[in-house]
């Protein structure tokens, strides 16, 4: 390998890095906001951990997805769930904003990593609609278990991703319990709110 794909690939490492100081809207058991890094760590962790139970999934192409998902996050930071409106503009901004951050990658590999982003938007292969279901558990298994600010709306998770975890057996399973968490959050969080 020549070093001038060695320096552009640390080129796009460093820029990555900023994951790493990117804050989400959840907040860890000792009630310190998430970075888009740790959920992207625990979303692969996910994926692991229940790669047995997904039948006819590339595990490798999957946690790749999962690594990637989040990326263009990086440059502009993320609009809430619940804040979110149903408009192309977020997914399309996201990717120019991934695109900035590949930039400086060889060839072959900003265009995997673009294949892979693209997959994952389109949610068309089996590896796309369990990276999202993934996703989407992670970010309630959060939110179920952080230390979240008293005005937390915790109702907004039972119906947040459904119609990708439905897409996914294990995750639907997985949905079911947490769910159960969700709603036992909810109505502590009311009792202690009167």
């Known amino acids: 390998m020549e070093s001038s794909s060695i320096s552009a690939r640390l080129d796009f490492l460093r820029k990555a890095e900023q994951l790493k100081d990117t804050l989400r809207t959840a907040y860890t058991t000792s009630g310190r906001t998430e970075s888009f890094a740790e959920h992207t760590w625990r979303l692969t962790l996910l994926a692991v951990t229940f790669a047995d139970e997904l039948p006819d999934i590339d595990l490798l192409k999957l946690l790749k997805i999962c690594i990637l998902h989040d990326l263009g996050e990086a440059v502009d930071g993320d609009i809430p769930a619940p804040l979110q409106s149903a408009t192309a503009s977020k997914s399309a901004k996201e990717r120019d904003d991934f695109l900035s951050l590949v930039e400086t990658l ?39 278990q952080g230390l979240n600010p008293p005005d937390f709306d915790y109702e907004f998770n039972l119906g947040y991703g459904k119609t990708h975890t439905n897409k996914v057996p294990i995750a639907a399973m997985v949905r079911e319990l947490l769910d159960v968490e969700t709603r036992a959050r909810a109505n502590q969080s009311k009792e202690k709110g009167r």
Not at 109 to 128: I, K, M, T
């Open 106 to 144: 060889p060839d072959e590999v900003r265009s995997e990593y673009v294949s892979l982003w693209d997959e994952y938007e389109a949610g068309e292969s089996p590896e796309a609609r369990a990276a999202k279901a993934l996703d989407k558990l992670e970010t309630i298994l959060q939110h179920n």
